[in-house]
């Protein structure tokens, strides 16, 4: 079984510029989840997706952050403008429910520095 | 911010050393999980805990959910060159409908040659 895949592995920018990720669940995974982790620190949770609907986005910052799973399969999360303080890396994970028991399936992650 | 305290933040240990590490909040918990995150890799789930109490292993790894829901405990037997990476725990709290998952920052696992 494919596990979840995610690009660019690496990215670097500069402040104020644009950037895209994308994210690819495992096959039949309802719910997918884009997560911030910063050096030093356990993941954050951006933003959840139930199919193609919002879950629970409270912690993303939606004045630079969007993120959209239009056919409820693949996700896109973009920041623009970039600050410095969003270099991290931002982790997708997906599970079979978004239920109390599923286990969470991470992708690799995309490191993103901001210079 | 995050809402769970993980300790110790990192250990050295000589290969073959049994190995503790454990998380605590101030909130109740109904899910405590265990991962592990090798460099370059997103987490990995080791353990899951569902009940008050629970004590489960997985080989080498056994970990406990606190009585009071508020703790959990990690226990590694025998390290080994494999174990380096960082441990995290995260828990889910009782009630709400997303299910998110709080983390701790991590316990760093470095052994010493």
């Known amino acids: 079984e494919a596990g979840v895949a995610q690009s660019p592995r690496y990215k670097i920018i500069e402040k104020r510029q644009s950037v895209a990720f994308w994210c690819n669940p495992i096959?039949?995974?309802?719910?997918l989840y884009w997560y911030q982790q910063i050096l030093g620190q356990g993941p954050k949770l951006l933003i959840q997706?139930?199919?193609?609907?919002?879950?629970?986005d409270s912690q993303l910052p939606k004045d630079r952050f969007s993120a959209e799973r239009l056919k409820g399969v693949d996700s896109t999360l973009k920041i623009q403008p970039a600050k410095l303080e969003d270099s991290a890396v931002y982790l997708c994970a997906s599970s079979p429910t978004g239920g109390s028991s599923n286990e969470q399936f991470f992708g690799p992650g995309t490191r993103l520095t901001v210079l | 911010g995050q809402q769970l305290n993980q300790s110790p933040q990192s250990m050295f240990i000589q290969e073959g050393e049994d190995v503790s590490m454990n998380c605590t909040s101030s909130s109740i918990f109904n899910t405590w999980l265990w991962y592990k995150q090798d460099p370059g890799e997103g987490p990995v789930l080791l353990i899951a805990l569902y009940k008050a109490g629970e004590l489960t292993s997985n080989g080498r790894l056994t970990a406990q959910f606190g009585i009071t829901r508020k703790d959990s405990f990690l226990n590694i037997s025998a390290s080994i060159p494999s174990d380096v990476g960082i441990y995290f725990c995260?828990?889910?709290?009782?009630?709400?409908?997303?299910?998110?998952?709080?983390w701790g920052a991590g316990t760093k696992l470095i052994i010493k040659p």
């Open positions: 997706f139930q199919n193609n609907g919002v879950v629970d």
């Open positions: 995260a828990g889910r709290k009782r009630g709400g409908s997303n299910y998110q998952l709080i």
């Open positions: 096959s039949g995974h309802a719910t």
